[in-house]
């Protein structure tokens, strides 16, 4: 079992940056495929990126891609979202989650999921 916690977010102008960590319990972290998750009001949850369990393939929603970067250190148990040029639409509770079965973007393989952590980008 995997338990997920995020920290990070905040309030940041247009253009600014923030760095989101996920913290993880458990001995078989470096075996799970990572994924960060945002929700905005009134709106389904939605995939933002996903890392491999070595770090090496990394995968990102167009809406983000350019822009944010994700990575982990399996030695500290720790993935990592760095966001830069936020856009307002930016906006909304991100989540960490852990997934052991496919590669993919489907939040439904995801096991394991933080609480969330509050990215709001103010124009």
Known sequence: QVQLVESGGGLVQ?????????????????????????????????????INWSGGTTSYADSVKGRFTISRDNAKNMVYLQMNSLKPEDTAVYYCAANNRYWSPDKRFYDYWGQGTQVTVSS
Not at 20 to 47: D, K
């Open 14 to 50: 247009a253009g600014g940056s923030l760095r989101l960590s996920c913290a993880a319990s458990g001995r078989t972290f470096s075996t799970y495929r990572m994924g960060w998750f945002r929700q905005a009001p009134g709106t389904e949850r939605e995939f933002v990126s996903l």
